[in-house]
């Protein structure tokens, strides 16, 4: 009996180590290939058997340095529309967020229904109206146009994010605080900030995911001098038929735009477990 | 009270001011453009339904709302059931190194549209491509991944579905972990098996959390974009125009902003029809729900 069970929980687990390893490969594999060929010249990367011993190079970094000031640029413009993004849906959903758990009536409440609807709008739908009203004020081609479409789409989700953390803090919390003078604004920034942290952060959170790696919007609103890395990442991945890009550049231009947004999820991994999420990731 | 109502309206100004001016307004004038021949730069007439009934007579129009629906349809059975057993089986490992594992299984999340359609194109890459690679190790030919009509549409599911599973994963795992284990310990010691322990225990307690990802994932997909388009432009032919892909095409390389802006407002209502339960809930569950417990 006894034999029978340790090899009945030895097939177990061999089997639980299998699956594990095909998991992994799926979900781990197509990026760790990226990682790898950006380290490898580029006839290593063009041999029909994959080649799994070779010799590491900085080649393709040192030539995406050198010739592709283009793309650094892109990265710079999408770090400013990220942290652009970020901010804006921060300072103008906060606010709303304290006056939805603190101040409003019910009447008010009904308002959120359009904030949700928002939530649900295919981001696709809003290009054809805006192109042409952003051409018309200038707002094509600009960081400041991404920021503002950016921190629309975002602004929703976190609105609601920051409020169910605001209605989390005892209203006796700030009555007290009030009660000894101070102000709302006080109150706010001193005895509220500093718990909602988390929410906030969760929200800066979701902005980041979508604006870093958006192409849809940056492509049609921002295609030449307000480019971001994704697009001009497609643009080399264009470049590559007419021989102008190499792959191996561009898995280290790939590897580059993804690797801080990759770090930053791996980092904020624990709290996406606890689910605060429910409904809300960027895409 | 009455001042406290200003406040509220100043606080919620900001953020109702951002909305209007880059959605609300734009989306309405939209559904103006969509009612005359309106071409960027051109003065533009009213022409009446029109632009609705071109879409609508338009084979490619059908032909996109047939490959839109087969597209949803695959990629959200497919990531709701692998991602579902994904996620049970992350939940019920007692390795220190799970938070590893889940690390690599989260990690396509974090891939931009971009950066995957250079991986993917990499890898189904009909010459150099490790897929084809393997395939050939294995015994079967080579495939035309991103260039045959059908194995387009299999490899833009593929694709959608590898970037799509750490959502669904993100839904299910939290509730999951916090199911109570001693429901489990009772089940074996009256001789439960594994398939009836998912059964009877584990699926009905997730079925919120499942229910809330399939339609939260039913959304998301209808309006996919920016993957197909890197792979395949919506070919080859319009084997992979999706809706989204058929409107851009008809906004931004024919110019007719008018039809685009018909063919973006039913898209919308579509949505809108679809999610109209999804918003009522989060609705519900921000403003009703705990008004009622206090």
Known sequence: MAGIRSSNSLAKRVLSALILTVIVIWSFGPIAIAIVSSFKNQRDIFTYVPTVVFEPTLGNYATLLDEWSTFWRAMGVSTITTLGSAALVVLVSLPAAYAYSRMARPAFAISALFLIAVRMFPPIIITIPLFPIFTGIGLTDTPLGLIFVYASFMVSISVLLLKVFIDGVPREVDEAAMLDGASRLKTFVHIMLPQIAPGIAASIIFVTLFAWNDFLFSFLLAGTKAKTAPVMIAEMMGAVGEGAATWGTIFAASVVQLAPILLFVWLIQKPLLRGFQSGGSGK | ?294
Request: net charge positive; no cysteine; aromatic share 16%.
């Open chain 2, 1 to 294: 009270m009455r001042s406290n109502d200003r406040w509220t309206l100043v606080l919620l100004a900001p953020v109702f001011l951002l909305l209007t001016a880059i959605i609300f307004l734009p989306e309405i004038w939209a559904g103006w453009i969509s009612f005359t021949n309106y071409r960027l730069g051109d003065p533009s007439r009213f022409i009446g339904f029109a632009n609705f009934e071109y879409f609508l007579t338009d084979p490619r129009f059908w032909n996109a709302l047939r490959v839109n629906v087969i597209f949803v349809i695959a990629v959200v059975t497919i990531q709701m059931v692998v991602g579902l057993a994904i996620a049970l089986f992350l939940a019920q490992m007692k390795s220190p190194l799970r938070f590893l594992w889940i690390a690599m299984v989260l990690a396509p999340m974090a891939v931009s549209p971009a950066v995957s359609s250079v991986i993917w194109r990499y890898l189904f890459d009909a010459n150099i491509g490790p897929l084809n690679y393997f395939l050939e190790q294995m015994g079967f030919e080579r495939m035309q991944w991103l260039t045959g009509v059908t194995t387009a549409m299999i490899s833009v599911i593929i694709v959608e579905v590898w970037l799509a599973i750490p959502h669904v994963v993100l839904f299910v795992y939290p509730a999951r972990i916090t199911f109570p284990q001693d429901l489990y310990e009772a089940a074996e010691v009256d001789g439960a098996t594994a398939w009836q322990k998912f059964r009877y225990i584990t699926f009905p307690l997730l079925r919120p959390a499942f229910l809330l990802a399939l339609v939260f994932r039913v959304i998301i997909t209808i309006r996919a974009f920016g993957v197909v388009w890197l792979l395949t432009k919506g070919g080859p032919g319009r084997s992979t125009e999706l809706l989204a892909i058929y409107m851009f095409k008809e906004g931004f390389e024919n110019w007719r902003f008018g039809s685009a802006a018909a063919i973006a407002w039913a898209m919308l209502i579509i949505t809108i029809l679809i999610s109209s339960y999804m918003i009522y809930r989060m609705y519900q569950n921000a403003f009703v729900k705990q008004r009622k417990d206090a």
